[in-house]
């Protein structure tokens, strides 16, 4: 054995499991989350499953792009053949590989495995939770909380074949214990559900088959995103507050819930999240060029450093407008810059100086007006206009270099910008 395997075999072995259909490219960046949280001391062992339509193709690519993480996962491709073609697909935004999970104990020969939803990003390495104790339970997952407060929940218990709702977890990211799954033949029992067509799929399928054997995870393992706008109430004593309020702050795993996906919608809850991993990725240049719709001709997503009265609150933003606010500065000295000048001398407009991350490389002066350092720049700014005129994707850089430095507005431009 190679000095490679054996460091390979000295880390602890996590199994993971995802499913995923050809447009996998999402999924990458989601992949990508988990290898680049993980400790040195942690082995992912990444199962991937995916229909008899997956291509080869997209097989060989997806193993390629993680090459350079192979001291740090192997992954295995499973195919589950078309066994659910023809499932029940009640909600718009979820498609037919959210049923391959019900066939993981039968996959795997793991004593146990997690679990997670590609619509994900992870912040911290899996090991705790993958030794949490599952002692008896079939499955470990988090609280969905709107199904504990639904109206109708003796009408909902009964199509789930449930008899209460006090168990019910989030089937998106599960500790599942395999060992035991197999022992009692639970995917026999998933299988003999699916015929059913529950309103939740094959989430109500897994709550169904494994009532009395669920534990709960803290809410940081699964903090989705469609609760941002609840208050602490209203949770009903789901969760301690302290346990939310961590989980909100410290999420370990962001699940972003729901039809609003980062990468379809820029400003979406905790999308930053996404979006940081994905820029060091080398998914960056295809996200940035689908989303240029969003990026070219929206001129605002939140940063986080900065609060809503010093952001613009415009959805669409036209360089005309420009031309009515009061003092400018422009974050950039390059050829964008200089179009960006070239565009506001013809409304009379002058920007009061440029700013930049680093003067090496960058002139002392554009057209007469001073390039500054950001180091150089005062704290308070409020009687200025920001205007951030670099390529888009360097956006997020931007945003942490002006954390502390206060505008009294601040315009990111996209790439493309509109006049």
Same mark, same amino acid.
């Given at each position: 054995?190679g000095?490679?395997?054996?460091?390979?075999?000295?880390?602890?072995?996590?199994?993971?499991?995802?499913?995923?259909?050809?447009?996998?490219?999402?999924? /990458?960046?989601?992949?990508?989350?988990?290898?680049?949280?993980?400790?040195?001391?942690?082995?992912?062992?990444?199962?991937?499953?995916?229909?008899?339509?997956?291509?080869?193709?997209?097989?060989?690519?997806?193993?390629?792009y993680?090459?350079e993480?192979?001291a740090?996962?192997?992954?295995?491709?499973?195919?589950?053949?078309?066994?659910?073609?023809?499932a029940?697909?009640?909600?718009?935004?979820?498609?037919?590989?959210?049923?391959?999970?019900?066939?993981?104990?039968?996959?795997?020969?793991?004593?146990?495995?997690?679990?997670?939803?590609?619509?994900?990003?992870?912040?911290?390495?899996?090991?705790?939770?993958?030794?949490?104790?599952?002692?008896?339970?079939?499955? +470990?997952?988090?609280?969905?909380?709107?199904?504990?407060?639904?109206?109708?929940?003796?009408?909902?218990?009964?199509?789930?074949?449930?008899?209460?709702?006090?168990?019910? %977890?989030?089937?998106?990211?599960?500790?599942?214990?395999?060992?035991?799954?197999?022992?009692?033949?639970?995917? *026999?029992?998933? /299988?003999?559900?699916?015929? /059913?067509?529950?309103?939740?799929?094959?989430?109500?399928?897994?709550?169904?088959?494994?009532?009395?054997?669920?534990?709960?995870?803290?809410?940081?393992?699964?903090?989705?995103?469609?609760?941002?706008?609840?208050?602490?109430?209203?949770?009903?004593?789901?969760?301690?507050?302290?346990?939310?309020i961590?989980?909100?702050?410290?999420?370990?795993?962001?699940?972003?819930?729901?039809?609003?996906?980062?990468? *379809?919608?820029?400003?979406?809850?905790?999308?930053?999240?996404?979006?940081?991993?994905?820029?060091?990725?080398?998914?960056?240049?295809y996200?940035?060029?689908?989303?240029?719709?969003?990026?070219y001709?929206?001129?605002?997503?939140?940063?986080?450093?900065?609060?809503?009265?010093?952001?613009?609150?415009?959805?669409?933003?036209? /360089?005309?407008?420009?031309?009515?606010?009061g003092?400018?500065? %422009?974050?950039? +000295?390059?050829?964008?810059?200089?179009?960006?000048?070239?565009?506001?001398?013809?409304?009379?407009?002058?920007?009061e100086?440029?700013? %930049?991350?680093?003067?090496?490389?960058?002139?002392?002066?554009?057209?007469?007006?001073?390039?500054?350092?950001?180091?150089e720049?005062?704290?308070?700014?409020r009687?200025?206009?920001?205007?951030?005129?670099?390529?888009?994707?360097?956006?997020?850089?931007?945003?942490?270099?002006?954390?502390g430095?206060?505008?009294?507005?601040?315009?990111?431009?996209?790439?493309?910008?509109?006049?």
């Open positions: 054995m000095a490679g395997n054996q460091n390979e075999w000295r880390k602890q072995h996590i199994p993971i499991v995802c499913a995923t259909a050809n447009d996998y490219e999402y999924t /990458l960046v989601f992949l990508e989350s988990i290898l680049k949280s993980a400790d040195n001391n942690t082995f992912y062992d990444i199962y991937i499953l995916a229909d008899s339509e997956f291509t080869d193709t997209s097989n060989d690519f997806i193993k390629d993680f090459e993480f192979k740090q996962c192997k992954i295995t491709f499973l195919n589950v053949g078309r066994t659910f073609a023809n029940y697909i009640g909600v718009e935004h979820i498609r037919t590989p959210t049923y391959f999970r019900l066939l993981i104990p039968d996959l795997l020969d793991f004593d146990k495995c997690i679990y997670l939803d590609t619509d994900i990003i992870v912040r911290e390495d899996l090991g705790e939770l993958y030794n949490t104790p599952l002692n008896d339970c079939y499955i +470990a997952g988090v609280k969905a909380p709107s199904y504990f407060v639904r109206q109708d929940l003796e009408s909902y218990c009964k199509q789930a074949h449930i008899p209460d709702i006090l168990q019910y %977890v989030n089937a998106g990211v599960l500790l599942m214990n395999l060992k035991k799954m197999r022992s009692d033949n639970i995917v *026999k029992k998933f /299988l003999e559900l699916l015929p /059913l067509n529950m309103e939740s799929q094959d989430q109500d399928i897994i709550n169904s088959a494994c009532y009395g054997y669920i534990k709960f995870l803290p809410f940081k393992f699964n903090v989705m995103t469609k609760y941002s706008g609840w208050f602490l109430s209203d949770y009903k004593d789901l969760f301690s507050t302290e346990e939310l961590y989980g909100w702050n410290n999420p370990a795993i962001i699940h972003y819930v729901d039809e609003i996906k980062p990468w *379809k919608q820029i400003n979406c809850v905790m999308g930053e999240y996404w979006w940081e991993v994905c820029r060091n990725s080398k998914m960056k240049d996200f940035f060029k689908i989303k240029e719709e969003d990026f001709r929206t001129a605002l997503y939140y940063a986080g450093n900065f609060s809503g009265d010093n952001m613009t609150n415009k959805a669409i933003y036209r /360089l005309f407008s420009l031309a009515k606010k003092k400018l500065a %422009v974050y950039g +000295a390059g050829k964008r810059a200089f179009q960006l000048l070239s565009y506001m001398e013809g409304y009379g407009k002058k920007p100086y440029f700013i %930049v991350s680093d003067k090496i490389g960058n002139p002392d002066f554009l057209h007469g007006i001073p390039v500054i350092e950001i180091s720049l005062e704290k308070e700014n009687d200025i206009t920001l205007v951030i005129a670099i390529m888009e994707k360097y956006h997020f850089e931007v945003f942490g270099n002006l954390s430095y206060r505008f009294k507005e601040i315009v990111p431009l996209n790439d493309n910008w509109n006049y």
